[in-house]
């Protein structure tokens, strides 16, 4: 899809409220205080038209960190595959800066995946998942930014530089990332203030330095605060330098 298409392609879903596999949602907006401020945090409840619940696990389990991802995919396709077998997380946000709540954060689901460092299970129930919609890294064929799907998948040209970052460095072998937008920036910063605040969280960021590697599994396991994908896998690029770090660490 080229990203000139996401913004219908992401209307499309809250007119239709069905999933890429043809899945029916109920989506109900609402509002909810950030715990000790006047400030309150808007999110999109996002459910199963047929009440399946199948996709997490309803079992409360302490919270300890917070953890960014990026789905590598489209809205429609994002929540079609977060809402099918047991990985999941409770957040996604889409480009537009909607906030889609598939679940209650105070459950879980698989997120981390097996080679997560400090186990996929432990660290899943105590990981609050968020994921925004983004596809990710991208190839450069000609002019042309194509997604790691597909060569012929084309997202935009080299002069669409609004679409894209490019790196100074190659991060995970890619050149070239899919940019994040201003509303997903203050959707994201907004709604860990929300989570640090409910579940009692430091608003620590790893320092740059780290930020961007593996930790062992005993850095992960004792952390508290925002970490992402690419601190605990060593085959994920979720969420690394191309990621606007300055815009998240401030409204935080």
């Known amino acids: 899809m080229k990203a000139s298409g996401i913004f219908n392609h992401e209307n499309s879903f809250q007119t239709t409220k069905t999933d890429s596999h043809g899945k029916k949602f109920k989506l ?18 996002c459910v199963r038209e047929n009440g ?11 919270k ?3 953890i960014l991802h990026f789905t590598m995919g489209y809205l429609k396709g994002d929540i079609a595959t977060l809402t099918k077998g047991h990985v999941s997380v409770p957040f996604v946000i889409g480009r537009n800066g909607i906030i ?16 997560a460092m400090g186990g996929n ?6 990981c609050i998942g968020i994921e925004l ?15 790691s799907y597909s060569d012929t998948d084309v997202y935009c040209t080299l002069d669409e530089v609004q679409n894209y970052t490019k790196l100074s460095t190659k991060y995970r072998s890619y050149e070239y990332y899919a940019k ?10 907004k709604l860990i203030r929300f989570l640090c605040a409910k579940y009692n969280l430091p608003k620590t960021f790893l320092a740059e330095t780290k930020r961007y590697n593996v930790l062992t599994a005993a850095e992960f396991t004792v952390y508290r605060g925002i970490a ?25």
């Not at 459950?107 to 981390?112: A, P, V």
């Open 28 to 45: 109900t907006e609402e509002s909810v205080k950030i715990k000790g401020t006047n400030e309150y945090l808007k999110v999109t409840d």
């Open 52 to 62: 399946d619940a199948s996709y997490y696990y309803k079992e409360e389990t302490p």
């Open 64 to 66: 300890k960190k917070i």
């Open 100 to 115: 889609y709540n598939l679940f209650a954060s105070k459950y879980w689901s698989y997120h981390l995946g097996p080679s």
């Open 121 to 126: 299970t432990a660290m899943s129930k105590e």
């Open 133 to 147: 919609s983004n596809i990710g890294p991208l190839k450069k064929i000609g002019n042309n930014l194509v997604t």
């Open 180 to 189: 994040f937008t201003d509303a997903q920036y203050e959707a994201t910063a």
């Open 228 to 252: 992402t994908h690419v601190n605990c896998r060593t085959d994920k690029a979720d969420i690394g330098p191309a990621f606007d770090w300055n815009k998240i660490i401030n409204q935080v």
